[in-house]
């Protein structure tokens, strides 16, 4: 005769709750700030950028490390004591202003030693910032010299974040093409797609992807095959795809004349400068502000 199996006694202790996951902070935008123009248009751009995401704001100067083995001559220290504090008052100055003008808006202040071009990369991954913003000069857009900056360049270059390079003054008013993204579809284009539409949709602005095809008939199915896999997680952003023949740098440079913002990718851990050819051009000489987003 079998036996019946003895049936578990029910608990009679209290389950107590589980405590919710607290949600994620945003991550903070960084500005690199040395009290030029461009680094003033750069924080004046950002402002709104980390408004709009919910993100506080992070503006850093970084002063001139004095050397420790040579002490600098005696004549000199003056005159560098002088040019940091000036900087930092001017960092305190902004900071203010921009609390003032967008109210909601945590705006943080920091300084550092060093080499602007390291400090900045590791300043980001110490606060975890999800995008780096930088001034670059908007005067040698048409000439022969780069327009951008040996700090911009390094850290535009190097960074394990995007990157935005903006040109003073910073003007916000839309152009009309809103998001215009260069997409490779052969390549790794996941990243630099998705930062595209995430920024169109923050902004209600439309999103324009471009392919240069060399030589050949320019076939616009793998572009657009490309971008529907994206664009299905943000339908509420009007999308076009333009495929040409031609050079990639030259198209990209021809459509930011009207774009609110140009984003194309940038391979990770490139040797030199970290940029290939086609990014190198269009963040020496864009019209418009310009995401570099790091990929592969």
Same mark, same amino acid.
């Given at each position: 005769?079998?036996?019946?199996? /003895?049936?578990?006694?029910?608990?009679?202790?209290?389950?107590?709750?589980?405590?919710?996951?607290?949600?994620?902070?945003?991550?903070?935008?960084?500005?690199?700030?040395?009290?030029?123009?461009?680094? *003033?248009?750069?924080?004046?751009?950002?402002?709104?950028?980390?408004?709009? /995401?919910?993100? #506080?704001?992070?503006?850093?100067?970084?002063?001139?490390?004095?050397?420790?083995?040579?002490?600098? %001559?005696?004549?000199?220290?003056?005159?560098?004591?002088?040019?940091?504090?000036?900087?930092?008052?001017?960092? /305190? %100055?902004?900071?203010?202003?921009?609390?003032?003008?967008?109210?909601?808006?945590? @705006?943080?202040?920091?300084?550092? =030693?060093?080499? #602007?071009?390291?400090?900045?990369?590791?300043?980001?991954?110490?606060?975890?910032?999800?995008?780096?913003?930088?001034?670059? %000069?908007? =005067?040698?857009?048409?000439?022969?010299?780069?327009?951008?900056? %040996?700090?911009?360049?390094?850290?535009?270059?190097?960074?394990?974040?995007? @990157?935005?390079?903006?040109?003073?003054?910073?003007?916000? /008013? #839309?152009?009309?093409?809103?998001? +215009?993204?260069?997409?490779?579809?052969?390549?790794?284009?996941?990243?630099? *797609?998705?930062?595209?539409?995430?920024?169109?949709?923050?902004?209600?602005?439309?999103?324009?992807?471009?392919?240069? +095809?060399?030589?050949?008939?320019?076939?616009?199915?793998?572009? =657009?095959?490309?971008?529907?896999?994206?664009?299905?997680?943000?339908?509420?952003?009007?999308?076009?795809?333009?495929?040409?023949?031609?050079?990639?740098?030259?198209?990209?440079?021809?459509?930011?004349?009207?774009?609110?913002?140009?984003?194309?990718?940038?391979?990770?851990?490139?040797?030199?400068?970290?940029?290939?050819?086609?990014?190198?051009?269009?963040?020496?000489?864009?019209?418009?502000?310009?995401?570099?987003? #790091?990929?592969?």
């Amino acid at each position: 005769m079998s036996v019946p199996s /003895a049936q578990p006694t029910p608990s009679t202790e209290p389950i107590e709750p589980t405590e919710p996951t607290p949600p994620v902070p945003p991550a903070p935008l960084l500005v690199g700030f040395d009290g030029s123009a461009r680094s *003033l248009a750069a924080a004046r751009w950002a402002a709104p950028e980390a408004l709009a /995401a919910g993100a #506080p704001l992070r503006l850093l100067h970084v002063g001139q490390a004095w050397p420790t083995i040579q002490p600098i %001559s005696v004549e000199f220290q003056p005159v560098l004591g002088a040019s940091e504090s000036a900087a930092r008052t001017v960092l /305190a %100055s902004l900071a203010e202003e921009l609390r003032t003008t967008h109210q909601d808006l945590t @705006v943080e202040a920091a300084t550092a =030693e060093g080499g #602007p071009g390291n400090e900045i990369p590791r300043e980001a991954a110490r606060v975890h910032a999800g995008l780096i913003v930088l001034g670059a %000069s908007g =005067e040698a857009r048409h000439h022969v010299a780069p327009g951008l900056g %040996s700090t911009a360049l390094h850290v535009a270059g190097r960074a394990e974040v995007p @990157v935005v390079l903006v040109r003073e003054p910073a003007e916000r /008013a #839309p152009h009309g093409h809103g998001v +215009v993204v260069g997409v490779d579809p052969a390549g790794d284009h996941a990243a630099v *797609l998705d930062f595209a539409y995430a920024w169109a949709a923050r902004h209600a602005l439309p999103l324009r992807a471009v392919h240069a +095809v060399h030589g050949g008939q320019a076939d616009p199915g793998p572009l =657009e095959a490309a971008v529907a896999a994206a664009g299905a997680r943000y339908p509420q952003v009007p999308t076009e795809c333009v495929t040409r023949p031609g050079d990639p740098a030259q198209l990209l440079l021809d459509e930011s004349a009207e774009a609110d913002l140009l984003v194309v990718g940038r391979r990770h851990h490139r040797p030199l400068h970290g940029m290939g050819p086609t990014d190198h051009a269009v963040a020496h000489h864009a019209h418009s502000p310009v995401a570099l987003v #790091p990929h592969g």
